[in-house]
């Protein structure tokens, strides 16, 4: 029983990860990084300049939500306080409706 328990937790480990690794475009991941430092060196930035940087790397409207899911641990690792962290992802989602549609 112990081996079916632990096999289970072993395939669903695996799984996760193997669904990590599909689910990261490296263009949207390097969109996300710019973001977070932007934001990181002026955390009052305008959406328009979050926007800017969306199509600078190409990502479009319907892109935006995921590449926002990745500034937030981008925050984290510039050192954003969570809570400045938060209030700046405000800025983030409202840049996504400035972005263009594809």
Known sequence: MKFLIVGV????VGFL???SKQNI?????ACAREIGE??????????????????KHNIFRSQCKSVGRMVMP???????E??????????VRI????????
């Open 25 to 29: 475009d490296p263009k949207e991941q």
């Open 82 to 91: 969570p809570d400045d962290a938060r209030i700046a992802m405000d800025r």
């Open 74 to 80: 981008q925050l984290a690792k510039q050192g954003l």
């Open 17 to 19: 990860i193997w669904r």
């Open 38 to 55: 932007l934001l990181k060196s002026n955390p009052n930035s305008e959406p328009q300049s979050i926007a800017d940087v969306f199509e």
């Open 95 to 102: 840049a996504y409706s400035q972005v263009p549609r594809r």
């Open 9 to 12: 937790f072993i395939v669903i």
